[in-house]
């Protein structure tokens, strides 16, 4: 599974960005897709997630400002975020979740999302 990212840039505060990821290979394989997000000096750490069902879950910390959504025809994963803070500001990642246990997650290469106070 190959995963690509895109979207991301520079946004003052209050703004709002569309990010996408595009997924291809062995797409009946995946179970959650979801995004992540990594800032400078911190963990990465889960924003969004969504089954193929469309079951969504999302960090407490964008509940209400973020909207993730699936389009499973073009393999497509999309992350609306709306009310941008600076502490949005990280590189996000596309995450995919096969339905084996044993297969790895898979991540695309990330997109930096930049929040201008």
């Known amino acids: 599974v190959q995963l690509q990212a895109s979207g991301g840039g520079l946004v003052q505060t209050g703004g709002s960005l569309r990010l996408s990821c595009a997924a291809s290979?062995?797409?009946?394989?995946?179970?959650?897709m979801g995004w992540y997000r990594q800032a400078p000096g911190k963990q990465r750490e889960l924003v969004a997630t969504?089954?193929?069902?469309?079951?969504?879950n999302y960090a407490d910390s964008v509940k209400g400002r973020f909207t993730i959504s699936r389009d499973n025809a073009k393999n497509m994963v999309y992350l609306q975020m709306n009310s941008l803070k600076p502490e949005d500001a990280a590189v996000y990642y596309c995450?995919?979740?096969?339905?084996?246990?044993?297969?790895?997650?898979?991540w695309g290469q990330g997109t930096q999302v930049t929040v201008s106070s």
């Open positions: 290979g062995s797409i009946p394989i995946i179970k959650l």
């Open positions: 969504i089954s193929r069902g469309g079951t969504t």
């Open positions: 995450n995919a979740d096969p339905w084996i246990p044993t297969l790895p997650d898979y």
